[in-house]
């Protein structure tokens, strides 16, 4: 089955930076894209950023855009989520998640939750003021 797992979170001052790293197994990576979603305590999960398949093609929230930068290297099957000059409100778990189809039209990025059909644990995000 497909397993996601997720590291490098931790406790980082405001202005600082983290990258977080997926690792993933039991599905041909290549061929999916992937997405990072974070949920805030108290708040709904939302969606940070996405990477198609192929080309890695990204997109991301707004909240995140310039600061955070989504990447993948398909050799060794993982993703990751580069975040730059964090806020306190950046502060949450964070989760890799895999497509739930292959191959998606590269011309349209998944964002919603539903469109995922793997999920990881989830890391901590902590961001001090």
């Known amino acids: 089955q497909v397993q996601l797992v997720e590291s490098g979170g931790g406790l980082v001052q405001a202005g600082g930076s983290l990258k977080l790293s997926c690792a993933a197994s039991g599905l041909a990576f290549s061929r999916y894209g992937m997405g990072w979603f974070r949920q805030a305590l108290g708040k709904e999960r939302e969606f940070v950023a996405t990477?198609?398949?192929?080309?890695?093609?990204?997109y991301y929230a707004g909240s995140v855009k310039g600061r955070f930068t989504i990447s993948r290297d398909n050799a060794k099957n993982t993703v990751y989520l580069q975040m730059n000059s964090l806020k306190p409100e950046d502060a949450a778990v964070y989760y890799c998640a895999a497509d739930a189809i292959s191959f998606r039209d590269v011309y349209s990025f998944a964002t919603t939750s539903r469109e995922y059909g793997s999920w990881g644990q989830g890391t901590q995000v902590t961001v001090s003021s």
């Open positions: 990477i198609t398949w192929g080309s890695g093609r990204t």
